[in-house]
């Protein structure tokens, strides 16, 4: 009976555990649940709140009628005021309607929806439209814009004409004359008022074909390649956009335009450039029978001759249409390059059976140990340059840098035998190229580990290397 009140005790414990750790379980769960949740719901509540106050904006109102959405006051404020000073030289101007300033209407807006000062501006002006005297452009007859005076107007034309002259400056040109391609004229004409415009607006209109502009603010590590590749313009279009910066160093903070240009005008300018161009030199060929047929040395180089040039070159927009001579004069005649090429009949590209030294160079090192190492072949100490030749005839198995061997070729030649050339400093033959006894495969050189310049030379039988002294001149196959 006791063991039996024992055992119902110590469930009762058990369970009450259970019931207790559930709980706890319980309360922790919904406090993670509830935490996840607050935090979601206080994200969402700043987002709300930094979206509100990045949309606010206003409405503005002149008399009845909208003309525009702003982020700021003071934006509306300026315009109102520059229109007033632009109009008050104008007996015609009414100034009734201006007067009555501006309202406003708490809105909110996307960026898409925020009027351009331009947009803003000729919707004041066609609600107090009137005719004035003005200075027109044509261009081809059309006309692309007016303004208040004949010197506003000159001065447009001037401007455009600007980047082309300070480039010409930059490259050390001078310019000889300077005019559009099309017909270009300032006639005085009566006009709207919403036809007069401002400076920059008509400028940016004629050289890009609309009053729009967007721009990139230049950062540290920014360049014509990586802005194209942001905005996904080509470079040649960001160049026309930006004429100032061609071939210039970009400004940190300066603006470049990504508006591509379809300008209604060319300006063809005429420059004079003088310039220094190298003169070519012939090559003149020698025989010598001590080459082979297929072998050619340089007995002398060549030199390029030098002449300064003046010539005048015709450019439309920046871009190069012809160049004239206008004179010319040699400062250094070029020197002919003398090659030599050799007559001797190349031999057959079978072996031999008999290795032969690959230069005449002296033995400066043996076959065997050495500064407590094993050297694998043998040394012949000879000038940089000097010419090598494949010990017999054989196929180029490899041809290229390897390590302390610097720059080296091997050569099987069939019967198991192969040989190295290490050290090189020039390689005349590639892997794969089958080669004649005596042929030249390289030149002498310090490549690798190398503590002056030779060829250092090996022989190989099954991967195992022998004492080339003992087997050169000698039939091996």
């Known amino acids: 009976m006791k063991n039996n009140n024992e055992n119902i005790k110590e469930r009762l414990k058990k369970l009450i555990s259970k019931k207790i750790a559930l709980r706890l379980s319980i309360f922790l769960l919904v406090g993670i649940i509830g935490g996840t949740t607050f935090r ?11 979206r509100e106050l990045e949309t606010r904006g206003y409405e503005v109102f002149l008399g009845e009628k909208s003309i525009g959405k702003v982020r700021k006051k003071e934006t509306a404020v300026k ?3 520059d229109i007033k000073s632009f109009l008050s030289n104008y007996e015609e101007f009414n100034s009734e309607l201006l007067e009555k300033g501006l309202k406003y209407q708490d809105i909110h807006a996307e960026d898409s929806q925020i009027a351009t000062t331009s947009l ?11 005719n004035i005297q003005s200075y027109c452009i044509l261009i081809n007859g059309k006309n692309v814009g007016a303004l208040k005076t004949k010197e506003e107007a000159q001065k447009i034309l001037d401007s455009i004409k600007t980047p082309y002259i300070d480039r010409a400056k930059q490259d050390d040109n001078e310019i000889k004359e300077i005019n559009f391609l099309e017909k270009v004229e300032i006639v005085k004409k009566e006009q709207p008022i919403t036809n007069i415009k401002e400076h ?30 942001k905005y996904n313009v080509s470079i040649n279009d960001l160049e026309k956009a ?3 910066y061609v071939n210039g160093y970009l400004k940190i903070g300066a603006k470049l335009s990504l508006q591509i240009p379809k300008s209604f005008v060319t300006v063809v300018t005429k ?43 015709e450019k439309q927009n920046g871009v190069e249409k012809s160049r004239d001579v206008l004179s010319e004069n040699i400062t250094a005649k070029p020197m002919a390059q003398i090659e030599i090429k050799g007559t001797k009949k190349v031999p057959p590209l079978n072996g031999t059976g008999i290795f032969s030294a690959p230069t005449n160079g ?23 340059g000097t010419s090598i030749k494949a010990a017999d005839a054989g196929t180029v198995v490899f041809a290229g840098y390897r390590g302390s061997y610097g720059y080296m070729i091997e ?30 495969i390289a030149a002498v050189g310090n490549t690798g580990n190398s503590d002056g310049p030779h060829v250092h030379f090996e022989v190989i039988k099954y991967g195992k290397t022998k004492n080339p002294l003992t087997i050169l001149n000698k039939k091996y196959k």
């Open 79 to 81: 315009l109102l005021k």
């Open 271 to 313: 420059e004079e450039t003088k310039i220094t161009e190298k003169i070519g030199f012939e090559t003149k060929y020698e025989k010598t029978p001590t080459l082979y047929e297929d072998e050619s040395r340089i007995k002398r180089k060549g030199t390029y001759g030098e002449r300064e040039v003046v010539a005048l070159i």
């Open 411 to 440: 050569i099987s030649h069939g019967a198991g035998y192969s040989t190295r050339y290490a050290h090189c400093s020039k390689l005349y033959v590639k892997r794969g190229e089958k080669v004649y006894k005596g042929k030249t």
């Open 242 to 244: 930006n004429p100032d």
């Open 362 to 384: 002296r033995l400066s090192s043996r076959y065997g140990p050495r500064w407590g190492r094993f050297h694998r072949g043998i040394d012949l100490a000879s000038r940089i």
């Open 40 to 50: 979601v719901l206080n994200d969402n509540r700043k987002y709300r709140i930094k």
């Open 120 to 130: 803003m501006r000729d919707e004041i002006l066609d609600l107090i439209s009137f």
């Open 200 to 229: 920059d607006e008509l400028l940016r209109y004629i050289t890009k074909g609309t009053t729009e502009e967007k721009t990139h603010i230049v950062e540290q590590g920014d360049s014509f390649w990586s802005v194209s590749k």
